[in-house]
């Protein structure tokens, strides 16, 4: 079995009576696919910000490639490989696709010249956005704009790739397209966690799926395992709930 690439072990986190995280332990393997769904409030967020150190749990650790991370900033985490997006897309709008993603290998990833350069001429081809290289990313379609916080997150040559909601707003055809970069990223051997409420999108990609609700892990396996428990299901009443068969 391979190694915890990111353990998190205890995590708990409340904001005064409302608690976020009730002793969660979350692992995920070097090369896998974790795939998160929950209903609204139900913590994704705050694991999210706790993985990438916006947020310091009240109790327990996060361990990412062997080292306690728990108490370092966004920053070191980022340098020592771990990479994310944002639910909402927020690229220097006036800048250039290129401008973006060298911002992010030299920044984040820690490339300098040649390196940073090299490093974001291969991001944009890898993620497709090699066409719109020289267009300022305020003009970029909604999915540019998903695929270039994509990017942006590969930039720093991540082992660890959170991907938050990238697929929310965008039509089948177009999830399709996602889902295929994503599948993409994982097959170069980063791990990815996603947090989705396209749940179809996930089915189609993740190794695994865990589902949260009130700060608390209550199914973590298969994805077809996950989605058939009863009480997955009815916190997903009145939600479509499909296996993966939308999504080439």
């Not at 082992?159 to 170069?188: I, K, Q, W």
Request: with cysteine; net charge neutral; hydrophobic share 45%.
């Amino acid at each position: 079995m391979a190694a915890d690439l990111l353990a998190l072990r205890g995590i708990t986190k409340s904001f005064g009576r409302v608690g976020v995280a009730s002793g969660l332990d979350v692992t995920v393997s070097a090369g896998e696919t974790l795939g998160i769904v929950g209903p609204n409030g139900a913590g994704k967020s705050s694991l999210f910000a706790i993985i990438s150190g916006d947020l310091r749990p009240d109790s327990g650790t996060v361990t990412f490639d062997g080292t306690d991370v728990t108490r370092l900033p966004p920053h070191r985490r980022t340098r020592a490989g771990m990479g994310r997006t944002y639910q909402i897309p927020r690229p220097f709008e006036k800048m250039t696709v290129f401008e973006n993603v060298l911002v992010c290998a030299s920044e984040g990833g820690g490339r300098r010249k040649r390196a940073a350069l090299e490093l974001a001429a291969s991001t944009l081809e890898r993620s497709g956005l090699g066409p719109v290289a020289n267009a300022p990313a305020g003009s970029l379609t909604l999915l540019q704009r998903k695929r270039l916080e994509v990017a942006r997150g590969m930039a720093t040559d991540p082992s660890l790739l959170l991907l938050d909601e990238v697929a929310g707003g965008l039509t089948e055809p177009e999830v399709a397209e996602l889902v295929t970069l994503v599948r993409a990223v994982n097959a170069e051997g980063i791990a990815i966690v996603w947090i989705e409420h396209v749940v179809h999108a996930l089915t189609a990609t993740v190794d695994r799926l865990a589902c949260l609700a009130g700060g608390r892990l209550v199914a973590d396996g298969r994805p077809a395992d996950v989605l058939a428990d009863p009480l997955v299901r009815e916190l997903y009443l009145g939600q479509a709930v499909t296996t993966g068969e939308d999504v080439a």
